[in-house]
């Protein structure tokens, strides 16, 4: 049997580079695509509670949701598929998800859903406007080939980066730390009233050898392991310190 492979994003079921690498896994596995309706870049873990989710079919097998990224790997792993996705792919993302940009990215969230669902998720992003979509499409098709072939344990979580610059090395890397223009601009509403928009751009990243952000800025694609303990189990080991007026239970 062909693996099934779940396929999403958060920039929404426009996005040509969702169809781009739909296309290209389905000549080798079977696959869903539920996407949001909508751009939904920086969702993060989002999920609705409290209001109903509508799910347009647009092509057999690829559908919109009405929903988050998060949303979409739910209903697609728990009602739509027929069988356990053997692999839930998020992207690829137009953007890279960097360093802490995994805590913000409904990329990566989508990928972590498929982890926690008791999958294997793979986020995929690749340069902002890439000139070479084709080539970063080639290099994430033979990703998720490996990553199929593999048959990881159920929760393995790899966040992808394809540097613009279209060449084929990769290199296993940790998170690094990406530089914003941590901004909030204060403007005036034509009501007079004011309103504010948050979110600088990029400046750049610190220096560490090993990092996501290096491996980007040599050129090179990006595969970081991801953790969903997010436990810092030494400070279980050795606590940091101990509240006067309570016992240690
Ligand atoms: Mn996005």
Request: glycine residues 10%.
């Amino acid at each position: 049997m062909r693996p099934l492979v779940l396929i999403t994003n958060d920039d929404g079921i426009l996005s040509p580079h969702l169809h781009a690498m739909a296309d290209a896994i389905a000549a080798e596995a079977e696959v869903l695509v539920v996407a949001p309706e909508r751009q939904r870049s920086a969702a993060s873990h989002a999920i609705t509670l409290h209001k109903p989710l509508r799910l347009h079919t647009v092509s057999p097998q690829r559908h919109s949701l009405s929903g988050t990224p998060v949303d979409c790997v739910y209903l697609g792993v728990m009602k739509l598929a027929t069988r356990m996705p053997d692999l839930v792919v998020s992207g690829i993302n137009d953007g890279y998800n960097l360093g802490s940009d995994v805590f913000y990215s409904g990329t990566v969230a989508g990928a972590v859903e498929g982890g926690l669902r008791g999958t294997v998720g793979v986020a995929l992003s690749m340069a902002p406007r890439a000139q070479h979509p084709d080539a970063a499409v080639a290099a994430c098709l033979a990703i998720v080939r490996a990553t199929l072939a593999a048959r990881l344990p159920a929760g393995t979580v790899l966040n992808v980066n394809v540097p613009g610059t279209g060449g084929a090395r990769y290199r296993w890397t940790t998170l690094g730390r990406r530089r914003y223009e941590d901004d909030v601009a204060e403007r005036v509403d034509p009501r007079g009233r004011p309103y504010y928009w948050i979110g600088g751009g990029a400046s750049g990243h610190d220096q560490r050898p090993g990092s996501d952000c290096d491996a980007i800025a040599e050129g090179v694609i990006s595969v970081s392991p991801l953790h969903l303990d997010l436990t810092a189990h030494a400070a279980v080991a050795a606590p940091p310190f101990a509240v006067t007026g309570l016992d240690l239970g």
